[in-house]
T-cell receptor, first 110, second 115 residues
C-alpha cells in the first residue's frame, strides 16, 4: 500500500524555525512535494525534491532522503501568515497518481 | 491569466440528485485532476486525465464520472449524490514537461453538501 505520515499539529513562535517531517511508503517513487493551504483556501505548491538533499526557496527549505523514505519542510523566520496546513505528497513511479498526507496544521504564535 | 477556475463555488444537493462540476484551466496544461478533501484530511484523488479524451481512476473513483472533451476543461459528475459525498472538491492541473509536471495548480474549490 501507499501511505504518508506527518504530525497533525505543530506550534511555534513568530521568528522561530520549525521543521515538519514526512515519512512515506509507496510502491514506487518519483519525488516528494510540499503544499501549503490556508483555511478556506486552495493548496499552493511550495517545493519539490526528486533527489536526496536540501532544496532552498527563500525562507522555506525541503529535504529528502530516499534511502530513509523521509523528508521534511523547514520554515525559517516564521511569520503569522505562515499559520496554515502543510501537506507532503508523493507521486508514484509509472503513473500520475499523487498521494497526499493528511496534513500538518502549523500555528504561529506572537 | 485566470489559472484554474471551478464552477460552482457552493452547492447543496439532496440525496439522489445529480450534478456536474466544471473545471477550466487556461495554462495549456496536459494533466488535470479531481480531488476531494474532507475535514482534517489530505486530498484524495478521484479521477485524473493525462490529455484530451483520456481519463483514469484515482484512489476514490466510486460514485463519480469524468470527461475531458476539451484540453482546457475537466468535468466531474455525480450521478446519484449520497451524504458521503459531502466534501470540498478541488480541481488541479499540471504541465507535461520536466520538474514542472510535479507542480499542481489548484482551483478555489467547490463546497458540496448532500442532505
Amino acid at each position: 500500500g501507499q501511505s504518508l505520515e506527518q504530525p497533525s499539529e505543530v506550534t511555534a513562535v513568530e521568528g522561530a524555525i520549525v521543521q515538519i517531517n514526512c515519512t512515506y511508503q509507496t510502491s514506487g517513487f518519483y519525488g516528494l512535494s510540499w503544499y501549503q493551504q490556508h483555511d478556506g483556501g486552495a493548496p499552493t505548491f511550495l517545493s519539490y525534491n526528486a533527489l536526496d538533499g536540501l532544496e532552498e526557496t527563500g525562507r522555506f527549505s525541503s529535504f529528502l532522503s530516499r534511502s530513509d523514505s523521509y523528508g521534511y519542510l523547514l520554515l525559517q523566520e516564521l511569520q503569522m501568515k505562515d499559520s496554515a496546513s502543510y501537506f507532503c505528497a508523493v507521486r508514484n513511479t509509472g503513473g500520475f497518481k499523487t498521494i497526499f498526507g493528511a496534513g500538518t496544521r502549523l500555528f504561529v504564535k506572537a | 491569466n485566470a489559472g484554474v477556475t471551478q464552477t460552482p463555488k457552493f452547492r447543496v444537493l439532496k440525496t439522489g440528485q445529480s450534478m456536474t462540476l466544471l473545471c477550466a484551466q487556461d495554462m495549456n496544461h496536459e494533466y488535470m485532476y479531481w480531488y476531494r478533501q474532507d475535514p482534517g484530511m489530505g486530498l484524495r484523488l478521484i479521477h485524473y486525465s493525462v490529455g484530451e479524451g483520456t481519463t483514469a481512476k484515482g484512489e476514490v473513483p466510486d460514485g463519480y464520472n469524468v470527461s475531458r472533451l476539451k484540453k482546457q476543461n475537466f468535468l466531474l459528475g455525480l450521478e446519484s449524490a449520497a451524504p458521503s459525498q459531502t466534501s470540498v472538491y478541488f480541481c488541479a492541473s499540471s504541465s507535461i514537461s520536466g520538474t514542472t509536471s510535479y507542480e499542481q495548480y489548484f482551483g478555489p474549490g467547490t463546497r458540496l453538501t448532500v442532505t
